[in-house]
């Protein structure tokens, strides 16, 4: 084969696959920025309950960003990752998975991040600007000093 064929074979394998391609369910736990020829490299393992993950990893379904660290994963910055749960606090930018609202927050959790508790959706519940509704449910009265004073709305059935 051609030098010319190998690298288009190559190129289109990369571009397909896209560059820092994850496989399903994996995320990177370490950098070597001398790797791959000095351009930096990832190590990458599946996504445990507890795993610290460098940022800019993917967060795999049905996890949430719990703890933050300024130094991990080599000065990068690291974030611990769990299995959702009722009443687990998470960091800022942490995804809500479905069925879960927001209920509470602090501005000085996850090292300085900002926090955020999840609970599992039920009826009564205050929930915070910016939360998701799931089905079923809906925002009802604005009580102002709900969600650590950011204001809240009452969830109720639909």
Same mark, same amino acid.
């Given at each position: 084969?051609?030098? %010319?064929?190998?690298?288009?074979?190559?190129? $289109? $394998?990369?571009?397909?696959?896209?560059?820092?391609?994850?496989?399903?369910?994996?995320?990177?736990?370490? %950098?070597?920025?001398?790797? #791959?020829? &000095?351009?930096?490299?990832?190590?990458?393992?599946?996504?445990?309950?507890?795993?610290?993950? #460098?940022?800019?990893?993917?967060? !795999?379904?049905?996890?949430?960003?719990?703890?933050?660290?300024?130094?991990? #994963?080599?000065?990068? &910055?690291?974030?611990? %990752?769990?299995? !959702?749960?009722?009443?687990?606090?998470? #960091?800022?930018?942490?995804? !809500?998975?479905?069925?879960?609202?927001?209920? &509470? %927050? @602090?501005? $000085?959790?996850?090292?300085?991040?900002?926090?955020?508790?999840?609970?599992?959706?039920?009826?009564?519940?205050?929930?915070?600007?910016?939360?998701?509704?799931?089905?079923?449910?809906?925002?009802? $009265?604005? @009580?102002? &000093?709900?969600?650590?004073? *950011?204001?809240?709305?009452? *969830?109720?059935?639909?």
């Amino acid at each position: 084969m051609s030098t %010319h064929r190998m690298w288009k074979r190559v190129a $289109t $394998t990369v571009a397909a696959r896209g560059i820092g391609a994850f496989d399903p369910g994996n995320v990177n736990t370490d %950098h070597d920025p001398k790797g #791959c020829g &000095g351009r930096g490299s990832w190590y990458q393992e599946p996504v445990r309950d507890g795993i610290w993950t #460098c940022s800019g990893s993917p967060v !795999v379904a049905g996890y949430v960003i719990t703890d933050h660290s300024k130094p991990g #994963c080599r000065g990068n &910055g690291a974030w611990r %990752h769990n299995v !959702v749960s009722d009443g687990i606090w998470t #960091c800022s930018g942490s995804p !809500v998975v479905t069925g879960y609202v927001i209920t &509470g %927050h @602090q501005r $000085t959790g996850c090292d300085g991040a900002g926090a955020w508790l999840h609970n599992i959706a039920r009826v009564g519940l205050l929930t915070c600007p910016g939360s998701p509704v799931p089905a079923g449910f809906r925002s009802t $009265t604005y @009580q102002a &000093g709900g969600c650590n004073g *950011l204001g809240a709305r009452v *969830l109720a059935r639909a």
